[in-house]
């Protein structure tokens, strides 16, 4: 089975630009999550979707956004960019409905924000 | 709000020497624990979950309840164990994926 797959790898934006990010679980995974790490921070968690169905928000303001396509493929959105925005994007697919904290990561998008 | 706390961000070990990487959480429900660790040029990956109370790679971890801690511990390390270590919680019984992780501890086994 192929992997966790997240497009693109590596993105430069400048302040007040918007990026989304694309995210393809394993197939047969209905649940997505995605986490920003930075090195002050860590690992954050920004929000899960399973079947088009936002399940659960972390603590970011509304310039971050996400979807949840019928095919499980998520997109995460950042408007009005900030350099403190500048982090490594991290989506995680899982295959169990309830949640089982068993999640499977994809190599993560890596955006700068000048 | 539940956290994570791994004290320790860096951590050097002798090939063949106990390893002991710390975890502690607060959390007053049910919660449950995992380690992911992330190999150099590897994906972050699950390690082992305390509900499955088995040894991956000659790693364990017990839960303690009373002193809400979740250390990861080897008896003799060895040089490929050398990785960040990411200690992670969830909460049973939401119905979600939401991990709330620790600041990692990156281990280095020295030969």
């Known amino acids: 089975k192929a992997g966790v797959t997240q497009t693109p790898r590596y993105l430069i934006k400048t302040r007040g630009q918007q990026v989304t990010l694309s995210c393809s679980p394993i197939?047969?995974?209905?649940?997505v999550s995605w986490y920003q790490q930075t090195p002050g921070q860590g690992l954050q968690f920004l929000f899960e979707?399973?079947?088009?169905?936002?399940?659960n928000k972390g603590n970011f303001p509304g310039r971050f956004s996400g979807r949840q396509f019928s095919n499980s493929r998520s997109e995460m959105n950042v408007s009005t960019l900030e350099l403190g925005d500048s982090a490594l994007y991290l989506c995680a697919s899982s295959s169990t409905s309830g949640g089982s904290g068993e999640l499977f990561f994809g190599e993560g998008s890596r955006l700068t924000v000048l | 709000a539940q956290r994570v706390t791994q004290p320790e961000k860096l951590l050097s070990v002798f090939k063949g020497a106990p390893v002991e990487l710390k975890c502690n959480y607060s959390y007053s429900g049910s919660p449950e624990l995992f380690w992911y660790v992330q190999y150099s040029r590897q994906r972050l990956q699950l390690l082992l979950r305390?509900?499955s109370r088995e040894s991956i790679k000659g790693f364990t971890a017990d839960l303690n309840k009373g002193e809400t801690s979740f250390h990861l511990k080897k008896p003799f390390a060895q040089e490929e164990d050398s990785a960040m270590y990411y200690c992670a919680l969830r909460l049973a019984n939401f119905g979600n994926e939401k991990l709330t992780f620790g600041t990692g501890t990156r281990l280095t086994i020295i030969p």
């Open positions: 979707y399973f079947s088009e169905t936002q399940r």
């Open positions: 305390h509900i």
């Open positions: 197939s047969g995974h209905r649940s």
